[in-house]
């Protein structure tokens, strides 16, 4: 409760600075450069910076020092001139999303992680959001806003920005992402600057229509009738492919890599929480079919595998008994199948009547993991098997 | 209507999570308490009680920093949280689930409301008054970085879910309580 006076000054401060804003077009923000303090640009940065502070308590974001670190590296490896005036914040959550803040706060959503192949992909949409950072779009987007609906809206607007909870959001993070809901002309500018940015590092140039490939796929799969929320004000998906296709076979000759072992041994670590996390979106035709694509790169296949299951034990429509015990056996053949591979086939075998199969594969998920926290559990589901 | 109240209960759980809980509440004395027609409890100390539907919240300092939560005879197919975007399903209660699927029923809807970082771990047999049941333990963090602990147990008599969740602050509130949390587990009686 203690943050309402200070958003509300904020929200007020911004009111103020709204009433004496420009609409000329804005330049572009130079390395170091801060709004001059009597600016309605200082205003929103004022509000940022609050929702900033929110940010850097929350438990929503990843705190891994060597995460953190390799993915500042990817963007000063972009623009090493903004390098200082950046700060990313990894956002524990599903979704694949990023967003830029005015004042440098970077988001990136670890669902964007899971589903980038390799760092190129992953530099792209940070060097997309860039973009909107160097061309000042959010102070472009605050102004439109402003000029075209009355002060409530605008203070909305700003609500939202400093994080207050919205209904149903899973995080702050939903709320802050959903006012840079920019122009779809500002989108294609970003997506030039960052594909300048992202050539000029010695990234692969086709892994920029790639990832929107693989997040259409994934969108036309999925159950939800909404767009993930980066396909929300953005240039059709077929225009924008083409128009990065173009680009990347304008671009082909010079040399290129789209480090894909060296961001996969990177994540390896975080892919189980972050599979878990997606699962729990009950999204499940979009989550089969991202793990489908997983399991076809061949990166941790067999904790992929596992989730496949996963998916189908708890769908839980028919055939999807048949379906789980076949992704949970492909799981168990692979060597980096969880424990809990046994546990879940030996429900599901149960639930099939198969009473000896269960017993055998909950003993077996004893065997490999002997100090289990639910081993009570189990060995009195044995108990009840036998 | 029911979509209303679901909803009204989903914003108290958020709200709870958040730290603050509005008015409403009645006051409940010591001693034995029913729970709907399903269950009853005794408690040593007086609570604050609130209830929505089959779901009943009781605090002494208010939601966000200790709760017990009473879903009394949760039916095959409610959810235990109110699904507010239409894009979104929600965990919802099956009469088949076992034990372990009734805890991913509880951290997967608790994720669902705010929380992260949600785990539920120990999964074992328990009585639940005078029936076989199960109890586990939980631990999460409120966004704004709060970390909680809680504990339950619960049974499924007769397709129906029987379940009580303890959560609280790990800062003070939960060790406080925990004990007289234990002796109102303990004393449930089955109507």
Redesign the interface.
Known sequence: MSRAPTSVAACAILLIASACASTAPVSDIQPGQRPALESDEAGFWMAFEEFEDDLRASSLVVRDPALNRYVTGVVCNLAAAYCQDIRVYLIRHPAFNASMGPNGTMQVFTGLMLRAENEAQLAYVLGHEMGHYIRRHTLTRMRDVRNKTDAASVFGLAGAMVGVPMSGAISSGIAYASISAFGRDQEREADAIGFQMFRKAGYDPTQAARIWELLTAEAEAGDWPSPPPLFASHPPTLERRETLAGLAEEASDAPSSAYEERYQNTILQFRFDWLREDLRTRNFSGSEHLYDRLVEAGHGRGETLFFKGEIYRLRDDEGDDEKAVEAYTLAIAERDAPPEVFRSLAFVEWSRGRRAEARQAFERYLEFAPSADDRLMIEFHIEELS | MVQSWRRLL??LL?VAL???VAGGYTLVEPGRTQIDEEFSISSNMAWSQRAFGERHVWTINGAGLEAIWFYAGIEDGDALIAQ??E?????RF?A?M????VM?LVV?SI??I?A??VEG?????AEFGSVKG?R?ELTL?????LIKRGLAVGTIQEDRLQLIVYLAADLHYYDKYVDEVERIFASVEMI
Request: glycine share 14%; hydrophobic share 25%.
């Open positions: 989903a914003v958020v958040a730290g603050c507010i975007d894009d979104e399903d929600v965990p099956d088949d076992r034990p372990n699927e991913e997967d994720g669902l705010g992260v970082n771990t120990g999964l074992r047999p199960y586990f963090q409120t966004k704004e970085g």
